[in-house]
């Protein structure tokens, strides 16, 4: 299994799905994680965690959509409509897949909110935006 975690800022274009840059990984037991990419090096079953912090720029009745890309696809969903300018982490809801040898999942985020706008690596030294990807079976 891995987990990394972005490290700084990234700006996110206005509704528009847009890969998240995970700079850093806490652990990558079997080499598995590379380029903000986890593959899976044997079939199984994994469980999958993600989040992603947006920095709480205001907006009125905004979609936020932190979301797991399977095989580059849209495939797990975590989401919220709000209206908040305030700090706001974005949950994928933890969840156990099947996955082939050389399948891939990548960390998305999407917004509407009408311009760009910026989600956070770290809090500190909490890790807000992050994919975490284990082998259970």
């Keep these: 299994g891995a987990s990394a975690h972005a490290d700084g800022s990234q700006s996110i274009s206005d509704s528009t799905f847009t890969k998240v840059d995970l700079e850093t990984e806490k652990f990558d037991t079997n080499s598995e994680f590379a380029s903000s990419r986890f593959t899976a090096g044997a079939d199984g079953t994994y469980l999958v965690s993600g989040s992603v912090q947006m920095n709480g720029e205001a907006g009125a009745n905004v979609q936020h959509f932190a979301t797991i890309y399977k095989n580059g696809s849209r495939f797990l ?4 409509t709000t209206d908040y300018g305030v700090n706001y982490t974005f949950h994928i809801p933890t969840t156990a897949i099947d996955l082939s040898q050389d399948d891939y999942l ?20 909490i890790q807000t935006t992050h994919l975490t990807v284990l082998k259970i079976g």
Excluded at 77 to 80: C, H, I, K, M, S
Excluded at 116 to 123: D, E, K, M, R
């Design 77 to 80: 969903d975590g989401g919220q």
């Design 106 to 125: 990548e960390l998305y985020y999407f917004h509407n909110k009408g311009s760009a706008l910026t989600i956070n690596g770290l809090s500190g030294s």
